[in-house]
């Protein structure tokens, strides 16, 4: 049995579905890209998951239950976690606030003491607001944020959108270590390159539908993929 698995899901807003017979699955402590085309649905796929699309039908099941009607805060309590691209701190808080204000967390004063220990940079700046962040530190901060409830799988929407090509290297040796911390991740990312190198399997989207899957390996290798979706500079078109 699959950690995560959405079967034949159609998705969208309004009358407009974005992705259509989308099957995905993502194994436990396992690293999973999604990628494609701009508009080719790949954020959808993450909010499908999460519980904030406002219209999805077809199968969305979590740890051998069946999540697709649930309040996206049932979700998180029942172990997924979710990084978006956009508002994922808060940044009139501090960055020991932000940890501190996260719900469902037990043994919260030890649970921040782990991130602080995992995140040593945070443990520096613990005392400043999350706006005075720099965009990297942030973006840290939002992985322990969604790391502090122990979830069994994170969702990453576009982790290294803004980001130099130096501070997205960072945030992929950050994905990297979470299946050794019994963390699963499904990553929506453009730099499909780098975060296919980093994963087990990946999905490459396009129009709404999955045009390839399979071993991440096997995707880098496929020349056709890489002309078409992976791009030369590590990022797709």
Known sequence: MSLLELRDIAAGYGEIDIVSGIAIHVEAAEIVT?????GAGKSTVAKTVTGIIPRCRGVV???GRDIIRLAPETRVSLGLGYVPQVANVFPSLTVLENLQVMAGVRNRKSRVAEMMALFPGLAERRMVRAGALSGGERQQLAFARALMPNPKLLVLDEPTAALSPAL?????????RLPGLGVAALVIEQRARQSLEISDRGYILDLGRVVMQGKASDILANPDMAALYLGQDGSTH
């Open 34 to 38: 999604v990628a494609g085309t701009n």
């Open 61 to 63: 099941e979590f740890d």
């Open 168 to 176: 997205a290297a960072q945030v992929f040796d950050h994905i990297r």
